[in-house]
């Protein structure tokens, strides 16, 4: 099936510091979405973009499917915005399951 | 209701007991998904609902595990005669087309003792 790797696995930051979140994956991808699980558990939806290039406020995501990766930015972080950001794939032979990365924690510290 | 919901919110069984644990999707939404996050990691793909019909069921870890959508809206998840290696978090997700996004609920945290 369609691997997803994403990295840095941990991130640490100061309030207002600017991030960059990178998801690699081994094949073509009819959806890709991003997603911040906050300290409740909750997947909170932040993109879908299987291309192309999108933004929400402090938040932007870039995928470029034709090299197979797709960048979060997030820019003058918040402590607000700690927690386990996901990226999420579905393509190649996979049907409609989601497969998930392995996260990045990020914690943003005041 | 405005999105996913899901019950019971956290769940306690002993090992052996039967469990059942219900997901209510947005309004509308065709597509159903269950998903199983164990500690520390992402997300893992149990089973696909279109409507009432089960379409990949690929990812239920062993025949104890069943899910149902009968009249294509609320499902539930059933896990019969418990393992300690069940415990996770349960998650269920709906999207209102095939291949459309994924919206999820807050889960089920089950724990097997």
């Known amino acids: 099936g369609i691997q997803v790797e994403q990295s840095p696995p941990d991130l640490i930051l100061q309030e207002g510091a600017n991030s960059t979140l990178r998801c690699n994956f081994s094949?073509?991808?009819?959806?890709l979405q991003w997603f911040h699980q906050n300290p409740w558990g909750q997947l909170i939806n932040l993109f879908y973009i299987p291309s192309g290039t999108k933004q929400n406020g402090r938040l932007s995501a870039t995928t470029v499917a034709t090299e197979r990766y797709s960048l979060l930015y997030i820019s003058s972080s918040q402590t607000t915005d700690s927690g386990v950001y996901f990226c999420?794939?579905?393509?190649?032979?996979?049907?409609?399951?989601?497969?998930f990365g392995e996260g990045t924690q990020l914690t943003v510290n005041p | 209701g405005a999105g996913v919901s899901q019950s019971p919110r956290y769940k306690v069984a002993k090992r052996g007991q039967d469990v059942a644990l219900r997901c209510d999707p947005i309004?509308?939404?065709?597509?159903l998904f269950w998903y199983q996050q164990a500690l520390g990691q992402g997300p893992e793909f149990l089973t696909y609902?279109?409507?009432?019909?089960?379409?990949?069921k690929s990812g239920l870890p062993s025949d104890r595990f069943f899910a149902e959508r009968p009249e294509g809206s609320v499902s539930t998840l059933k896990i019969q005669r418990t393992q300690q290696e069940d415990s996770a978090v349960y998650l269920c997700?709906?999207?209102?087309?095939?291949?459309?996004?994924?919206?999820f609920g807050p889960g089920t945290r089950l724990t097997v003792l």
């Open positions: 094949d073509s991808v009819n959806n």
């Open positions: 997700a709906s999207s209102p087309i095939p291949l459309g996004t994924q919206y």
């Open positions: 309004s509308g939404h065709v597509s």
């Open positions: 609902f279109q409507n009432e019909a089960q379409l990949d």
């Open positions: 999420a794939v579905f393509g190649g032979t996979s049907g409609s399951r989601l497969t």
